[in-house]
């Protein structure tokens, strides 16, 4: 047995620190339930689907005939965006406060019982999501001039946008020297 193992017949919960008490439990036992077959073919199933969907994006785009309307991809790719921000919220924030939340050993020791990290971290996290795709938008604008207050958004969207380098003409290369 451990130098460092409770003793259940020892503690008496009236006078012992919440604290320690809960650290205690956490410690006692483990979440897996032995599903590992099942948790490595979810991650092959969404690498296989999600690569699928982006080549068919791709092939759409070149493909004459199987081109998308403009509105339907517009609406498949905010939907699947709020998809995947909805489901962060609600399988990784439940776990996030279950693990360093205020009722735990973590949230209840050092700094970390100051302040509820979860939603700090979440709120963290959304902002530099956001900044992030603030930065490369302006990129792609200085890049290759591309505004959203130009053209047409279904030329935009599908790659025929003119940009300030359509109207340079090459001109051959003359060899009379």
Same mark, same amino acid.
Not at 45 to 61: N, P, Y
């Given at each position: 047995?451990?130098? *460092?193992?409770? *003793?259940? +017949?020892?503690?008496?919960?009236?006078?012992?620190?919440?604290?320690?008490?809960? /650290?205690?439990?956490?410690?006692?036992?483990?979440?897996?339930?032995?599903?590992?077959?099942?948790?490595?073919?979810?991650?092959?199933?969404?690498?296989?689907?999600? &690569?699928?969907? @982006?080549?068919?994006?791709?092939?759409?785009?070149?493909?004459?005939?199987?081109?998308?309307?403009?509105?339907?991809?517009?609406?498949?790719?905010?939907?699947?965006?709020?998809?995947?921000?909805?489901?962060?919220?609600?399988?990784?924030?439940?776990?996030?406060?279950?693990?360093?939340?205020?009722?735990? /050993?973590?949230?209840? &020791?050092?700094?970390?019982?100051?302040?509820?990290?979860?939603?700090?971290?979440?709120?963290?996290?959304?902002?530099?999501?956001?900044?992030?795709?603030?930065?490369? +938008?302006?990129?792609?604008?200085?890049?290759?001039?591309? !505004? !959203? !207050?130009?053209? *047409?958004? +279904?030329?935009?969207? @599908?790659?025929?946008?003119?940009?300030?380098?359509?109207?340079? &003409?090459?001109?051959?290369?003359? !060899?009379?020297?």
């Amino acid at each position: 047995m451990a130098a *460092n193992a409770i *003793n259940p +017949e020892l503690v008496n919960l009236t006078t012992a620190d919440p604290t320690q008490v809960i /650290c205690a439990l956490d410690a006692s036992g483990s979440d897996y339930d032995g599903r590992l077959g099942a948790r490595i073919s979810a991650l092959f199933v969404i690498l296989i689907v999600s &690569t699928a969907v @982006t080549f068919f994006l791709v092939a759409a785009k070149r493909v004459r005939w199987l081109k998308i309307p403009l509105y339907v991809y517009l609406f498949a790719r905010y939907f699947g965006a709020g998809v995947i921000v909805a489901t962060a919220f609600i399988h990784l924030l439940d776990p996030a406060y279950s693990e360093i939340g205020p009722q735990t /050993c973590v949230g209840m &020791t050092g700094r970390w019982a100051q302040y509820s990290w979860p939603p700090a971290i979440v709120l963290v996290s959304v902002t530099v999501i956001f900044l992030l795709d603030l930065g490369a +938008e302006r990129y792609v604008e200085a890049k290759y001039g591309v !505004h !959203h !207050h130009q053209g *047409n958004l +279904e030329d935009i969207a @599908t790659s025929r946008a003119h940009t300030h380098h359509d109207s340079i &003409t090459p001109t051959p290369i003359s !060899h009379d020297d």
